[in-house]
C-alpha cells in the first residue's frame, strides 16, 4: 500500500465540512444504548438500526466516513447489499474499530489498557477485503486521584503505535484515539496537563513506530473539566484550551483531527466544534467523529415506533449530520 493511498484516504476523510459517524459500539454497548430506549438487543433489531444510520438520504453531504462493529461490517441492508459496498457506492468511507476493548492494567489500580494486537495483522488483512480503509482503536485514560500514572500513557500510547503502524501496512489509515474520559470532579486545567502529556506521548510512540503521519487521523478528547466538576468552563474557553493543547502537541503535517462527544450534550458538541474552528488559523481540519452526540436523539424516536418512524429518524441523522458539518467550518448559527 502506498503512502499516496492512506493519505488520500486519510484526506477523505476530513474533507471540508465534512466528518465520521461512529456506530462502532460493540454488542455490550449497543445493549446499553437500545436498553436505555427499551428496544430489544438482537441481532435483527442491530442490523436494522445500522441500516436506518446507513442509508440516511444524502448522508455524504456531511458525512465522509462510519466506523462499524465487526458484526456490521459482516451484513447488509434488508435488500441484501453488503454495508460496505452500500457505503463506497454512496460517498461513504467504511471504517472498523480493531480493538478488543480495554482491561484493567496490572500493577496500576484503577487503570485501564486497551487489547488486541494479537492476531491484529490477519484481521486487518479480512477487513480489507471486506471493504475497510480505515481502522479505529480506543485507548481510555482515566483521571483522578493520583491518576493516570506515567505507566498508564504509555502502555497505551505503545499500544495505539504498534496497532497503527499495522493499519497503515495492511492499507488501512489508524484513527488513533486516546479518550480522556469526562467521568470526575476535576477541573479544565487537569484536563489540559493530561491531554497534553497523553498526546506527547503518543505522538513520541507513533515515531518509534515509523508510522506515517501523513496517512493517520487522531480522534481526540476535548479539553474539558470532569462531569462532577462544579466550575464548568465555556463554550470559548473549551475551544482556546483544546486547540492551544493541539497545536502544542499535534504535528502540522497530521491530514486531520476529529473529535469523539465523550458524554456532551449534542449542542454543546457542536457548539465547541464550532468555537475552534472559529478561532481560525489551523494546522489541520478539526471535525468529528461522534457517535453518541449524532445518534441519540434518532434512536430515541426510533424506539417509539420501529417501523413508523425509520424515516424521521433518518431525518434527525441528515439533521445533526449538518449540524456538524457547519460546525467543522465554524458557520454553525445554534
Ligand atoms: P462518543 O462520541 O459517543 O464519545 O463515541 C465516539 C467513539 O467512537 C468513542 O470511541
Not at 200 to 226: C, P, W
Not at 287 to 308: E, T
Request: aromatic share 6%; hydrophobic share 40%.
Amino acid at each position: 500500500m502506498s503512502i499516496e493511498q492512506l493519505a488520500e484516504t486519510a484526506q477523505a476523510m476530513v474533507a471540508a465540512g465534512k466528518g465520521i459517524i461512529a456506530i462502532d459500539e460493540s454488542t455490550t454497548t449497543i445493549a446499553k444504548r437500545f436498553e436505555g430506549v427499551g428496544i430489544e438487543n438482537t441481532e435483527e433489531n442491530r442490523r436494522a438500526y445500522r441500516e436506518l444510520l446507513l442509508t440516511t438520504p444524502k448522508l455524504s453531504d456531511y458525512i465522509s466516513g462510519a466506523i462499524l462493529f465487526d458484526e456490521t461490517l459482516r451484513q447488509s441492508t434488508k435488500d441484501g447489499v453488503p454495508f460496505a459496498k452500500y457505503m463506497s457506492d454512496n460517498g461513504i468511507i467504511p471504517g472498523i474499530k480493531v480493538d478488543k476493548g480495554t482491561h484493567a492494567l496490572a500493577g496500576c489500580p484503577g487503570e485501564v489498557v486497551t487489547e488486541g494486537l494479537d492476531g491484529l495483522r490477519d484481521r486487518l488483512k479480512e477487513y480489507y477485503k471486506l471493504g475497510a480503509r480505515f481502522a479505529k482503536w480506543r485507548a481510555v485514560i482515566t483521571i483522578g486521584e493520583d491518576i493516570p500514572s506515567g505507566t498508564c500513557i504509555e502502555a497505551n500510547a505503545h499500544a495505539l503505535a504498534r496497532y497503527a503502524a499495522l493499519c497503515q501496512e495492511c492499507g488501512l489509515v489508524p484513527m488513533v484515539e486516546p479518550e480522556v474520559l469526562m467521568d470526575g470532579d476535576h477541573n479544565i486545567e487537569v484536563c489540559y496537563e493530561v491531554t497534553e502529556a497523553v498526546l506527547r506521548s503518543l505522538f513520541g510512540a507513533l515515531y518509534e513506530q515509523n508510522v506515517l503521519l501523513e496517512g493517520t487521523i487522531l480522534k481526540a478528547s476535548m479539553v474539558i473539566a470532569g462531569k462532577d466538576c462544579e466550575e464548568q468552563a465555556d463554550v470559548d474557553e473549551v475551544a482556546e484550551s483544546t486547540v492551544m493543547c493541539l497545536k502544542s502537541t499535534v504535528p502540522a503535517i497530521l491530514p486531520g483531527v476529529v473529535f469523539l462527544s465523550g458524554g456532551q450534550t449534542d449542542e454543546q458538541s457542536t457548539a465547541h466544534l464550532n468555537a475552534m474552528n472559529q478561532l481560525g488559523n489551523l494546522p489541520w481540519p478539526l471535525s468529528f467523529s461522534y457517535g453518541r452526540a449524532m445518534q441519540q436523539a434518532a434512536l430515541k424516536l426510533w424506539s417509539q415506533d420501529l417501523k413508523g418512524n425509520f424515516a424521521k429518524a433518518q431525518a434527525v441523522v441528515y439533521e445533526r449530520a449538518k449540524e456538524n458539518g457547519l460546525a467543522a467550518l465554524g458557520k454553525w448559527e445554534g
